[in-house]
C-alpha cells in the first residue's frame, strides 16, 4: 500500500510540473525539410482549427497566430522544441515561451492543453514579435514551403496594417500557394484562408518580408552567427528599394520556378487572381456589414474598425488589376490564346462583353452584380469604400454617402 501511495505521489508530482509537451529531438537540417514537406501536404488543412474532429479545433488565430500554431503543430507532432521571444523582455530564465512551460499543466488532457497553450500565445504576441524577433530574412532562391511573407504597410494617424502569410507550396511556375487568417476570420471561427497562386503585392522593408522560423536555440543570437544553411540574407530588402512591386515579385519567381509558362497562361493567371480577390471582397465586406448590423451601426472602434475594414484589401485588389495591365501591355501582341486576349482587353478597358458579364460574376447581393471590368473602372474612380461602418451599396461603390464614424487609419 505504501508502494502505489509512493508511486500515486510521484504521478501526482509529474502531473503538476508538465510541460505541454516533451521534445526528444532537436531541430536540424533533416527535420526543416521535413517540415516544409509537411506544409505541402493534406496534413495542413485550412480547417483543422475549427473542425470538430480535428485535434487542434479551438486554436483561435489571426495572421500570426495561424503562423505560430503550424510551426507548433509540427514540433509537437515530431517531438522537437518549440520556443519564441517573450514580448516582456525579460532576460531571465523567462526569455522565452516554449513548450517546456507547466503555465497548463492543469489541462491533463494533452490536446486541450497544446490548444490553450497555443491561444495564449495568440493573446501575448503578433505580427511584429514575429517578424522582429522569431524570424530571420532568406536568400530568395532559398524560399521554400513554409516559408513566411509578412508586411507591414502605413496607414492614416501613425497607425499601421500588418499581416502573416505561410507558404503552403510553390507552384512549378513560381507562384505560391498561401495558407493564412485573419482577425475576422479568428472573430467569426472561420476557417483559414487557402489560396493557391495568390499575388503577393507589398514590397519587403526593414524586417519585412520572406522569412523562416529561427531554432529555439539560436533566437536572439546575431545573424551573423546564424548556420550557414539558414541562407540568412538581407538581399530582398536592397532589390525591393530598385524595383516596382510587379518587377520585384515576377524576379522572385524566376528564381523559384521550374518550368516556364506560355504568355496566355500568364494573362489568364493574372486574371483568375483578379476573380479570386474580387470574390474574397465579397465575403470580406459581407462580415463587415453583418457585423454592423449586429452593433445597429454603432461606430466601430479602432478594434472593430481594424478587423473589418478592407483598405490592405483593397490595395491588393487594386495591386490584382495592376498586375494584369502589366502584363498585357508588356505581352499584348504575344497572347497565343484570342479568348484569354479579348477578356483581358474586356477587363482592362471596361469594354461590353457577354464573355466578361459570364466570367466571374460577383454576386454582391440580390440587388448588386458586377464584372470584373465595372469593378476595375469603380477602382479607377475611387467610389468603392473601405469603412465597415457604411452601407453596402457604399463599400460598392454604388452610393456616395459616406458614414460620420472615425477612420481609424
Not at 150 to 166: A, D, L
Not at 268 to 293: F, H, P, T
Request: net charge neutral; charged share 25%.
Amino acid at each position: 500500500m505504501k508502494n502505489l501511495f509512493l508511486i500515486f505521489i510521484s504521478l501526482l508530482t509529474l502531473s503538476s510540473y508538465a510541460s505541454v509537451w516533451d521534445a526528444t529531438n532537436e531541430w536540424d537540417e533533416s527535420f526543416e525539410n521535413e517540415y516544409q514537406q509537411w506544409m505541402t501536404t493534406h496534413a495542413v488543412k485550412a480547417d483543422m482549427f475549427v473542425s470538430k474532429e480535428s485535434k487542434y479545433y479551438g486554436i483561435s488565430a489571426d495572421c500570426a497566430d495561424a503562423a505560430y500554431a503550424l510551426r507548433a503543430i509540427f514540433a509537437r507532432e515530431n517531438s522537437l522544441p518549440f520556443a519564441i521571444t517573450n514580448p516582456s523582455g525579460s532576460r531571465d530564465r523567462n526569455n522565452a515561451i516554449s513548450n517546456k512551460t507547466n503555465a497548463f499543466d492543469k489541462y491533463n488532457d494533452l490536446d486541450r492543453r497544446f490548444v490553450e497553450f497555443i491561444n495564449y500565445i495568440g493573446d501575448s504576441v503578433g505580427s511584429e514579435n514575429l517578424s522582429r524577433l522569431d524570424t530571420y530574412s532568406v536568400a530568395l532562391n532559398s524560399i521554400k514551403p513554409a516559408s513566411l511573407f509578412t508586411y507591414k504597410i502605413k496607414g492614416r494617424f501613425g497607425r499601421s496594417i500588418r499581416h502573416v502569410y505561410t507558404i503552403k507550396d510553390i507552384q512549378s511556375n513560381g507562384n505560391f500557394d498561401l495558407i493564412y487568417s485573419t482577425q475576422a476570420i479568428k472573430k467569426s471561427k472561420l476557417p483559414m484562408n487557402y489560396r493557391k497562386a495568390k499575388e503577393l503585392v507589398d514590397l519587403p522593408h526593414d524586417v519585412w518580408g520572406f522569412k523562416r522560423f529561427i531554432w529555439p536555440q539560436h533566437l536572439g543570437i546575431n545573424p551573423s552567427r546564424y548556420p550557414e544553411h539558414y541562407n540568412y540574407s538581407t538581399e530582398q530588402f536592397s532589390l525591393a528599394s530598385s524595383m516596382n512591386s510587379n518587377e520585384f515579385f515576377e524576379r522572385v519567381k524566376s528564381l523559384l520556378r521550374t518550368s516556364e509558362e506560355s504568355v496566355s497562361q500568364i494573362i489568364e493567371r493574372s486574371i483568375d487572381n483578379i476573380c479570386q480577390e474580387a470574390s474574397a471582397r465579397i465575403v470580406n465586406v459581407a462580415q463587415g456589414y453583418e457585423y454592423n448590423n449586429q452593433i445597429n451601426g454603432r461606430c466601430m472602434n479602432y478594434t472593430e474598425y481594424d478587423t473589418y475594414s478592407t483598405p490592405a484589401r483593397d490595395k491588393a485588389l487594386k495591386a490584382s488589376y495592376e498586375l494584369l495591365i502589366y502584363n498585357f501591355n508588356k505581352y499584348e501582341n504575344q497572347i497565343e490564346d484570342p479568348e484569354v486576349e479579348h477578356l483581358a482587353r474586356a477587363i482592362v478597358f471596361n469594354l461590353e462583353s457577354s464573355e466578361l458579364n459570364s466570367y466571374c460574376p460577383l454576386v454582391v447581393s440580390s440587388s448588386y452584380t458586377f464584372n470584373l471590368g465595372q469593378i476595375w473602372n469603380k477602382i479607377k474612380k475611387g467610389v468603392m469604400s473601405s469603412h465597415p461602418n457604411d452601407s453596402l451599396s457604399a463599400r460598392w461603390g454604388e452610393s456616395t454617402d459616406r458614414t460620420k464614424c472615425k477612420t481609424w487609419y
